[in-house]
């Protein structure tokens, strides 16, 4: 038997990427980010979700949960945005260099430390259960993370930020520390 066989319906994979991604759109994307051009892409948000064309300079990709971003410059946001690759209706390499580079993305560059801690709401046997869970032998877990993916790294884990509002048993672990965090784009409503 193959080794596929052996751990069948032993092993369930979870995970689910509910945005497929064009392979022309990532393979354009992804030259432009090797040579550093600029793209033309028909972009769709939920301001525009009919489309609407951007020229954007990206210079890393991003695998959120359960989708790909790319980060880039935006033309006309004059300014660093994620981009999510499915919401991309075309993606056109332009002979523009990159003349916003990732060393000048301070988001991209400036990382936070998240405070994760069991949720301060929970009774002291649960908090010690969810502790042991998370981060055996410590009360906390600190993360580092980049400042513009903070928002992802706390949707995915299903972190609070506000004790008083995000409460057990839909969330058990807190970040205790989001008060002297920067204002996260989950706080914001700011979509691209």
């Keep these: 038997p193959t080794q596929d066989c052996m751990i069948s319906g ?3 994979d979870a995970r689910i990427d509910l945005s497929p ?6 393979s354009t994307l992804f030259r432009a980010v090797r040579q550093q051009a600029g793209v033309k892409i028909v972009y769709r948000s939920m301001n525009s979700p009919i489309g609407a064309e951007r020229t954007i300079y990206p210079h890393a990709f991003v ?3 359960r989708r790909w971003h790319v980060r880039a410059w935006c033309a006309q946001r004059q300014g660093y945005r994620d981009f999510t ?8 390499r332009l002979d523009e260099p990159n003349n916003h580079p990732q060393a000048e993305d301070a988001q991209w560059l400036n990382l936070l430390e998240l405070v994760i801690v069991a949720h301060p709401a929970l009774s002291i046997a649960q908090q010690d259960m969810i502790a042991q869970e998370y981060f055996p032998g410590a009360r906390a877990m600190r993360l580092k ?3 513009c993916l903070a928002a992802y790294a706390i949707q995915d884990l299903r972190l609070a930020v506000d004790a008083v509002r995000h409460t057990p048993p839909d969330y058990q672990l807190l970040v205790s520390n989001a008060a002297k965090l920067p204002p996260l784009f989950i706080d ?5």
């Design 10 to 12: 032993i092993v369930e």
């Design 21 to 26: 991604v064009s392979p022309l759109v990532f």
């Design 63 to 65: 695998r959120a949960p």
């Design 85 to 92: 690759l499915g919401r991309m209706a075309s993606a056109e």
């Design 145 to 147: 993370v980049r400042e």
């Design 188 to 192: 914001r409503g700011d979509v691209s």
